[in-house]
T-cell receptor, first 114, second 113 residues
Framework: KQEVTQIPAALSVPEGENLVLNCSFTDSAIYNLQWFRQDPGKGLTSLLLIQSSQREQTSGRLNASLDKSSGRSTLYIAASQPGDSATYLCAALHASGGSYIPTFGRGTSLIVHP | EAQVTQNPRYLITVTGKKLTVTCSQNMNHEYMSWYRQDPGLGLRQIYYSMNVEVTDKGDVPEGYKVSRKEKRNFPLILESPSPNQTSLYFC????????????FGNGTRLTVT
């Protein structure tokens, strides 16, 4: 069964730092890896989706990479801002019984302080 | 505007009183699913549906029912809610292919007393 782990579970950094969030998965036979942002009490907002054939995706200050063979993805946030404070979750999509099923990590809670 | 709409946003009820949480999407997505999110346990899938009249159990289906009579709607039914079903519930949808992103609703905060 696919398991997805996110490290660290929590992170507190001063504004302006570049930071890396990690996501690892046990079954490398994934179809894509998606990163989400969740604000407290709110739904998940999709940030980036990396297909299995891709190595990375970029959107503004965010860059996500994927290394299927090692079972790892990283989300890089450049020049962090207080508005980046949120929980970041990754989800690995794999096939199961004819369906495509996402498995989520438990998230990294990020606080960026001024 | 592409949307996944859940209702209600907040619900407080008593043990045993049947309730339904609705989920509707306007993106013609094939795949719809329900998750619950609890502190320390992350997101756990309850049920999912790959298309109309096709539903499958997720990791934690006990105590829940779903139906998919129309493509756009995927209601979550709690026939006899219990306090351990107090949670934050999310509906998520996608086209169901390997390269399609998941879209989430804003969540339903359910409290069962």
């Amino acid at each position: 069964k696919q398991e997805v782990t996110q490290i660290p579970a929590a992170l507190s950094v001063p504004e302006g730092e570049n930071l890396v969030l990690n996501c690892s998965f046990t079954d490398s036979a994934i179809y894509n890896l998606q990163w989400f942002r969740q604000d407290p009490g709110k739904g998940l907002t999709s940030l980036l989706l990396i297909q299995s054939s891709q190595r990375e995706q970029t959107s503004g200050r965010l860059n996500a990479s994927l290394d299927k063979s090692s079972g790892r993805s990283t989300l890089y946030i450049a020049a962090s801002q207080p508005g980046d404070s949120a929980t970041y979750l990754c989800a690995a999509l794999h096939a199961s019984g004819g369906s495509y099923i996402p498995t989520f990590g438990r998230g990294t809670s990020l606080i960026v302080h001024p | 505007e592409a949307q996944v709409t859940q209702n209600p946003r907040y619900l407080i009820t008593v043990t045993g009183k049947k309730l339904t949480v609705t989920c509707s999407q306007n993106m013609n997505h094939e795949y719809m699913s329900w998750y619950r999110q609890d502190p320390g346990l992350g997101l756990r899938q309850i049920y999912y549906s790959m298309n109309v009249e096709v539903t499958d159990k997720g990791d934690v289906p006990e105590g829940y029912k779903v139906s998919r009579k129309e493509k756009r709607n995927f209601p979550l039914i709690l026939e006899s809610p219990s306090p351990n079903q107090t949670s934050l519930y999310f509906c998520a949808t996608s086209h169901g292919s390997y390269n399609s992103p998941l879209h989430f609703g804003n969540g339903t905060r359910l409290t069962v007393t």
